[in-house]
C-alpha cells in the first residue's frame, strides 16, 4: 500500500520560510502525480499543490501561489514543498499523498503528516 513520510515541520515567525520533505516507501514516486495537502484545526483537509508524473509541471492554489514551490528529486525519491513568506493562516498539518491531477483529489492512504506552525 502506497505510504509517505513527511518531514521538515516547525514553528517558525511570519515571513520565514521551511522546505518540507515526502518520501515514499516502497515505490517510485516519479510514476505517480504527487500533492500536498495540510490540515488546520478545526478544518477540512485542502489541496495545496501538486506535480504531475508526466512533465514536472507544478499548480498551486491561489492562497500560496507565489510564496510555495513544489519539486522532485528523483535521484532521492522525494518530493519537496519549500514555503516562503508564511503566514499565521499557514498553520497546519502538512501532507503528501499520490494525487490525481484532473480532480486534485488524493487517493491511498494519509501519512502522519508534519506540523507546521506560524506565529510569532
Known amino acids: 500500500q502506497v505510504h509517505f513520510v513527511e518531514s521538515g515541520g516547525d514553528l517558525v515567525q511570519p515571513g520565514g520560510s521551511l522546505r518540507l520533505s515526502c518520501a515514499p516507501f516502497g515505490f517510485t514516486l516519479g510514476y505517480y502525480s504527487i500533492g500536498w495537502f495540510r490540515q488546520a484545526p478545526g478544518k477540512e483537509r485542502e489541496g495545496v499543490s501538486y506535480i504531475r508524473n508526466s512533465d514536472d509541471s507544478t499548480h498551486y492554489v491561489d492562497s500560496v501561489k507565489g510564496r510555495f514551490t513544489m519539486s522532485r528529486d528523483k535521484t532521492k525519491n522525494t518530493v519537496y514543498l519549500q514555503m516562503n513568506s508564511l503566514k499565521p493562516e499557514d498553520t497546519a498539518v502538512y501532507y503528501c499523498?499520490?494525487?490525481?491531477?484532473?480532480?486534485?483529489?488524493?487517493?491511498?492512504?494519509w501519512g502522519q503528516g508534519t506540523q507546521v506552525t506560524v506565529s510569532s
Open positions: 499523498a499520490t494525487v490525481d491531477p484532473l480532480s486534485f483529489r488524493a487517493f491511498g492512504s
